[in-house]
């Protein structure tokens, strides 16, 4: 099972979209093209032969519980079992031996609201998708989600299980509501809908996740002092101003016959006033020649 989250970024997810592709399916057009075709790349959806997608024809709930969960790459890595899952554990109508048995098995386990008796083979509203989706979603981790109530023609129709997910389908920009602001919420999930509501959702997701910033290269320069002890000098290359510094916290020697110099830096604030002067930020210890220096930030520092 491929890991779509955590695989691949935004950047590329987007490349995508602008390359296109020469396998392009003939009757997908429009705003569903792109999506359609970046996901169809990644495996994610395929077709009902190599040159129709039929975006107008009905996703089955096993299909929809499938591309969500490879969609979203949702997972059990973390699950240890005594025995193996099988679908038969946690529903009646669904075979072990079903295509489509691992999706409902790694989908409930991740919380997914699916009823014990579903009938995969059958179809899947638009309402059940988005709770379907949102529960998805936030296995990923905490969204911000808008302080408002959209206001639909028809509320009085959507389940009220499903009335905070199909909220937050739209807030989130997963899907878009027409002129008439309807949502239509008994009526029977597309597969060109289901696979645009799933990209959405992949690039609602990224949007949001933090992404870690670039670990800064320290570099370690060795002096011999004598036989017996070496200089060790940590230095953060060339700053553009005064300000930036940094300081080793602490050595750790290790059986392996490393010298683990743990440091922090520090970087000028944005209201402080600095000489204007190129810098190069050092520090420095010594350590026995028996060992190997190695620079490691200290872990509150780690970025």
């Avoid at 987007?14 to 996901?39: H, R």
């Amino acid at each position: 099972m491929k890991k779509w989250i955590t695989a691949v970024s935004a950047a590329t997810l987007f490349c995508s979209l602008m390359s296109g592709t020469v396998f392009a399916f003939s009757d997908v057009d429009g705003d569903q093209k792109e999506p359609i075709m970046a996901l169809k790349d990644r495996g994610i959806v395929s077709g009902i032969d190599g040159q129709r997608y039929v975006p107008m024809g009905k996703v089955s709930y096993g299909q929809s519980i499938n591309l969500i969960v490879k969609g979203l790459g949702l997972n059990i890595d973390n699950i240890k079992f005594v025995k193996k899952p099988l679908a038969s554990d946690y529903f009646t109508n669904i075979p072990d031996d079903a295509w489509y048995a691992q999706a409902f098995i790694i989908a409930h386990l991740n919380g997914l609201p699916i009823p014990k008796d579903i009938d995969a083979n059958g179809t899947i509203t638009r309402e059940q998708f988005a709770d379907l989706l949102i529960h998805a979603i936030d296995t990923k981790g905490s969204f911000p989600v808008v302080k408002m109530l959209v206001l639909l023609a028809d509320q009085d129709q959507i389940d009220q299980q499903a009335g905070y997910s199909v909220q937050r389908v739209i807030l989130h920009n997963i899907m878009k509501l027409g002129e008439d602001r309807k949502f239509y919420p008994k009526q029977e999930m597309s597969r060109g809908e289901a696979a645009v509501w799933v990209f959405n959702a992949i690039r609602f997701i990224e949007s949001h996740q933090q992404k870690p910033d670039p670990q800064e290269q320290v570099t370690v320069t060795v002096e011999k002092v004598n036989d017996e002890v070496n200089k060790v000098i940590l230095s953060r290359g060339q700053k553009p101003t005064a300000g930036y510094d940094i300081a080793i916290t602490g050595i750790r020697f290790e059986q392996e016959g490393r010298a683990v110099i743990s440091y922090m830096v520090t970087d000028p604030k944005l209201d402080s006033m600095n000489a204007q002067v190129v810098t190069e930020p050092k520090a420095e210890t010594y350590v026995s020649s028996k060992y190997k220096p190695v620079a490691e930030p200290r872990p509150s520092e780690q970025k």
